[in-house]
Each structure stands twice: as structure tokens, then as C-alpha cells.
């Protein structure tokens, strides 16, 4: 199995300003890499697939690079829903891994 | 606009089988097109992908539960189904059931089930 690792567990950022958040995989996935949020009790919701293409309707100040094994989803200009958790996941090889997700919160 | 709506059981016993339901609305379970899938995540923990079906029959599981969990679909009722067998309280999780194309990320997914697995 994949093990995708993500960093860091928590993110403490003011509004307006941006979030790095970073995701490593333990073998290449080559660009077969998704990025989703979730809120307090709703289902993940995806945001980027091929580890760059955002979802649709998903907002331009999200964006997504990297291949192989490091990735990396930026989002920009925080507004206050993008406070949540964010999990990577890998779907170039079965089984299906996620991330442990990192926790974006408001500083 | 696809929907999914997963059903069953809050409540289930130690050493029992969970029994949950998906019920999907705009897009079929026997198309070829799609593969259905359950995924499931414990209190404050990461997600976990479960298993899929494709065109009703084939069937592919996460090897860390291969030998106690079972999908499949009723195309009548355009549903498919989850049974997890010999549950402990470390399967008690939100189960989610999504639809995702081959080679895709989980595109759309039910809004979750928890299932508390306690006597």
C-alpha cells in the first residue's frame, strides 16, 4: 500500500493571506493525485485531481502542483470557508490511500 | 446532478455483520461508465477506502479488510451495498458511499452514515 504523508497536522493562517500545505507519497503516483476539503460533518469535497486540474466550480485561489511524490495545494487570498481540514489522496495504484489530513485554522 | 444517499443500521453489536445501503439517484449502477465505492472514516480520524463495484459484478476490496467486507448491487432498485462482518468498536466510523470513473478521484459522495459498533 501507498502511504501518503501530509504536513503540517495543523495551519494556523490569517484571512487575506495564503496556505501552503504540503503531501508526500511513499512511491511515485505519478500526477494521479486528488486534494479534497471537508467541514465539520459534511462529506470530503474534491478540489483537485491529476494533482493541478481544479474540480468543477472550485475557486481559482486553489491550485495544485508536483508529480511523483511530492505535492503540494496552495490556496490563496483565505476567505473564511476555506477553514477546514484537507486530505491528498493517491489514486495511481490500488488500494486507494489518503492523507491524515491537515487542519487549516484561523490564526 | 448525481446523488447518493447511504442507509442502514446506527447501531451494531460486536462480532455482527454492518448492513448498509446506497441509494443513487441520477446515474446508474450497472453503466459501465462508473465504479461505486464505499469509504469510511472514525471519530476524528483520516478516511479509509473500503472497496468498489463496476457494472454490477466486479469487485475489487482494500486488503486490510479483503476477508470480511462484501459489495454489491441491486439494479432494480439502483442501489448497492456494504457488508462488513465480525465488526469490533474499531470499525465504528461515517461511512460514505462516492462514484468516481475509472482512474478518478471520488468525484461524488453521499453526505455519511456513523455506525457505532457497542453492545
Known amino acids: 500500500e501507498i502511504v501518503m504523508t501530509q504536513s503540517p497536522a495543523t495551519l494556523s493562517v490569517s484571512p487575506g493571506e495564503s496556505a501552503t500545505l504540503s503531501c508526500w507519497a511513499s512511491?511515485?503516483?505519478?500526477?494521479?493525485l486528488a486534494w479534497y476539503q471537508q467541514k465539520p460533518g459534511q462529506a470530503p469535497r474534491l478540489l483537485i485531481y491529476?494533482?493541478?486540474t481544479r474540480a468543477t466550480g472550485i475557486p481559482a485561489r486553489f491550485s495544485g502542483s508536483g508529480s511523483g511524490t511530492e505535492f503540494t495545494l496552495t490556496i490563496s487570498s483565505l476567505q473564511s470557508e476555506d477553514f477546514a481540514v484537507y486530505y491528498c489522496?493517491?489514486?495511481?495504484?490500488?488500494?486507494?490511500?489518503f492523507g491524515q489530513g491537515t487542519k487549516l485554522e484561523i490564526k | 446532478q448525481v446523488q447518493l444517499q447511504e442507509s442502514g443500521p446506527g447501531l451494531v453489536k460486536p462480532s455482527e455483520t454492518l448492513s448498509l445501503t446506497c441509494t443513487v439517484s441520477?446515474?446508474?449502477?450497472?453503466?459501465?461508465?462508473?465504479?461505486w465505492s464505499w469509504i469510511r472514516q472514525p471519530p476524528g480520524k483520516g478516511l479509509e477506502w473500503l472497496g468498489y463495484?463496476?457494472?454490477?459484478?466486479?469487485?475489487n476490496y482494500n486488503p486490510s479488510l479483503k476477508s470480511r467486507v462484501t459489495i454489491s448491487a441491486d439494479t432494480s432498485k439502483n442501489q448497492f451495498s456494504l457488508s462488513l462482518s465480525s465488526v469490533t468498536a474499531a470499525d465504528t466510523a461515517v461511512y460514505y458511499c462516492?462514484?468516481?470513473?475509472?482512474?478518478?478521484?471520488?468525484?461524488?459522495w453521499g453526505q455519511g452514515t456513523l455506525v457505532t459498533v457497542s453492545s
Open positions: 489522496q493517491q489514486y495511481n495504484n490500488w488500494p486507494y490511500s
Open positions: 512511491q511515485s503516483v505519478s500526477s494521479n
Open positions: 491529476g494533482a493541478s
Open positions: 462516492a462514484r468516481f470513473y475509472g482512474g478518478m478521484p471520488f468525484e461524488y
Open positions: 441520477g446515474g446508474s449502477v450497472s453503466s459501465g461508465r462508473y465504479y
Open positions: 463495484i463496476y457494472n454490477s459484478e466486479r469487485t
